[in-house]
T-cell receptor
């Protein structure tokens, strides 16, 4: 089974530019999460989709961040305009429906996109 | 909201020794506690998890203990090997699943040959 894939793996952009990150979850996973790890700190929750709907976006830092999940499949996270403090590793994760029993609670992570804003 | 503290931030052990990483959480409603291992350049992967109705869980050389009263949980790795070297993250969730995970800041474990 293919894992969670993220694109690009690295991105270096200038302050003020726009960047769009993409995440393809494991097929059939309704839950899709975005997380971010700033250098040396904890992995922080950004938002959670259930299918195409935003279940929880309480972790989104500000309105420069926009996440979408068209058709409940892949998701994009756009940062516009990017600021220096947006640098970090952006992780996407997916999991099965949370109501299907304990065995489906594991969140599978992608390898992350390392974003550097200069 | 939930706050998870993780210690130590770095840990070096000799091959064959044990390693212990500790986490505390603030939200008494948290009931699911996974541990993730991230090797250099790779994705975080779940290595073990525990629920609030269990005090200890073991899987070969890895064990996790949970003290609900004190709101802390720990990862124990015995007979460490060089391939155990990685960053380990603890996390907590009040929803019994991967929803609403709050992560600790990570522990860089280095196993010295």
């Amino acid at each position: 089974e293919a894992g969670v894939t993220q694109f690009p793996s690295h991105s270096v952009i200038e302050k003020g530019q726009t960047v769009t990150l993409r995440c393809d979850p494991i097929s059939g996973h309704d839950n899709l999460y975005w997380y971010r790890r700033v250098m040396g700190k904890e992995i922080k929750f950004l938002l959670h989709f259930v299918k195409e709907s935003k279940q929880d976006e309480s972790g989104m830092p500000n309105n420069r961040f926009l996440a979408e999940r068209t058709g409940g499949t892949y998701s994009t996270l756009k940062v516009q305009p990017a600021e220096l403090e947006d640098s970090g590793v952006y992780f996407c994760a997916s999991s099965h429906g949370g109501d299907r029993g304990e065995k489906n609670t594991e969140a599978f992570f992608g390898q992350g996109t390392r974003l550097t804003v200069v | 909201g939930e706050n998870v503290e993780q210690h130590p931030s770095t840990l070096s052990v000799q091959e064959g020794d044990s390693a212990v990483i500790k986490c505390t959480y603030s939200d008494s409603a948290s009931n699911y506690f996974p541990w993730y291992k991230q090797e250099l350049g790779k994705r975080p992967q779940l290595i073990i998890d525990i629920r609030s109705n269990v005090g200890e869980k073991k899987d070969q050389r890895i064990a996790v203990t949970l003290n609900k009263t004190a709101k802390h949980f720990s990862l124990h790795i015995t007979e460490t090997q060089p391939e155990d070297s990685a960053v380990y993250f603890c996390a907590a969730s009040p929803q019994g699943s991967a929803r609403q995970l709050t992560f600790g800041s990570g522990t860089q474990l280095t196993v010295l040959p």
